[in-house]
Structure formats: structure tokens, C-alpha cells
């Protein structure tokens, strides 16, 4: 029986470029999808699917975040004082919803530089990676589809979607065969590829569970595309020395919040899916004149 997965990591350091001029001095991890940061719905899953510690890597500008997650006792107090009782236990939840700990990402070097940086708070267990920005709308949360994977096979497992055309060549996307329903064994990472040498249309999504080995993997791994340390670098290395890795193609909605688009896209869903917001505003929607 493989280890639990108590452990996650959520890579926080990021400039967020763009949405400038809104995260020239705001995390973009705090923008509010609805009335909720993104950070929170990564949190709430990694919460929700058994996850017992948390580690947030941000770099400057990002003390918001701490703070979101912290007691706010003079909020609490205004709060208590003006009978605002739903409000209070909202604040609440929020500061005692996880145990939290932070370390600063000092230089922005990519993906695989600042799950590195987890190395100590991850010890000799397996962890989760989640990535604020992108927003799993799942029955069956996205990191609880890859545990069952990673308790089934003992390996760790990477989430991807099917990504038709073009488009592709936006994400990392893997060469694989599937060894059972949405299960899929890998062979080999491309980053970034052009449309016609992808080896597939499944592109990687910001969900992952790694073993400790990763960090001798990152450790060795030099700067690759934009001068980062990927990710894809640093597996290729174990892939080639027999390691499994498997990607679960997740059954659910992606929204690519980290993008105006999809976070605009994303705020519309999850606002239609609200009992005291959907209804009013379906309605408003109805009565734009759309053309």
C-alpha cells in the first residue's frame, strides 16, 4: 500500500504579467473568482481530498496571501460587534481551514524551481502540486482523481485534458498509451511543442502528485525554455531509467484562470452555479443584447 498522500504544494511566486495592471501590487493568486481568491478553491480541494499540511511558495508582493489565511482579529471583532454572524464564520473558516507554512521562491525560475524549493517541508513522503491558477470544476475533485491513480499504482501521476488544434502548443503535453479508462502510462514529455510535431492532443494541467525522488531529479536539471527549470527536464531522466509516471485525463471542466479569458469564462460558471447569485443573474444575462 503506498504512502498517503498528506503533503501539497502550491507554487505561488509568480509575477501574474498577465494581468498587469491589477497584480502590479495584488498577488493575481488573490484575485476573486466570484467573492473567492483563486488560491482558496486550490486550498478547499487539497483540503477536501484528505491533505493535512500546505506549503505556499511565494515570492515579494505576496504577503496578501498570508494574511488571507491568517486570524484577522480586528475584522473578527467589527464583525462580532455588528452581529455580521455569516460573515464571521466565513473569516473564520478560512484562518482555521489548513495548517499553512510559507517559504519565499527568491528568483522567479520556473515551475520546477519552485516545487524545489519544497524539498524540506516534503521529507521522504509523496506530495501534491496544485497550481492556483487553474480551476477544476469536478464532481470528484481533480487531485482526489489522481490519488486513486497513485493508490492504484504506486507512481506518481500527472492530470491532463484533451486540447484540439493549435492550441496545444501552449502546455507541456505527453506521449503515452492508456492502460485503462482516462489512465494513461507516459512515455515522454514535449514542452511546448509545435502543433505538428505534439505527440498528442493531451496537454498537462496544474495537478500533480510527485515522489520525494523529483528533487535529485530538479537538483540536476539545468535551465531549459525561458532559462526555467521545467519540469519535464527534470522527469525525463527517470522516465529514461524505468520510472512510471501515469496522467489521469480528469473528468471535469478546466478553467485556465491565470488568463483573462478563461478567468472572465471561469467567474460567469461558477457564478451561474451559486444559489444566491445564479438565478439573478441568468436573468441578466438573458436580457444582454448579444450580437
Known sequence: MPNKIRKAVFPAAGLGTRFLPATKASPKEMLP???????QYGVEEAVASGIESILIVTGRDKAAIENHFD?????????????KTEALEQVRAVAEMAKIS???QRQALGLGHAIYQ???FVGDEPFAVLLPDDIVDAEKSAL??????????????????????????RFGVIDAEEVELNVFK?????????FEDAPSDMAIVGRYIFTPEIFDALENTKPGAGGEIQVADAVRPLLDKGRPFYAVKLNGV???AGDKLGFLIATVEFALKRN???????????SLNLK
Do not use: C, W
Request: aromatic fraction near 10%.
Open 186 to 194: 507516459i512515455k515522454d514529455f514535449v514542452e511546448k511543442p509545435k
Open 102 to 104: 510559507y517559504i519565499r
Open 33 to 39: 473568482l466570484v467573492d473567492k481568491p483563486l488560491i
Open 144 to 169: 482526489q482523481q489522481l490519488i486513486k491513480v497513485y493508490e492504484k499504482y504506486n507512481a506518481p501521476v500527472i492530470a491532463t485534458m484533451q486540447v484540439a488544434g493549435e492550441a496545444i502548443s
Open 254 to 256: 478546466r478553467h485556465d
Open 276 to 286: 444566491d447569485l445564479g438565478a439573478d443573474f441568468r436573468e441578466y444575462l438573458k
Open 71 to 83: 486570524i484577522s482579529f480586528e475584522l473578527e471583532q467589527v464583525l462580532k460587534e455588528r452581529g
Open 118 to 120: 519544497a524539498k524540506g
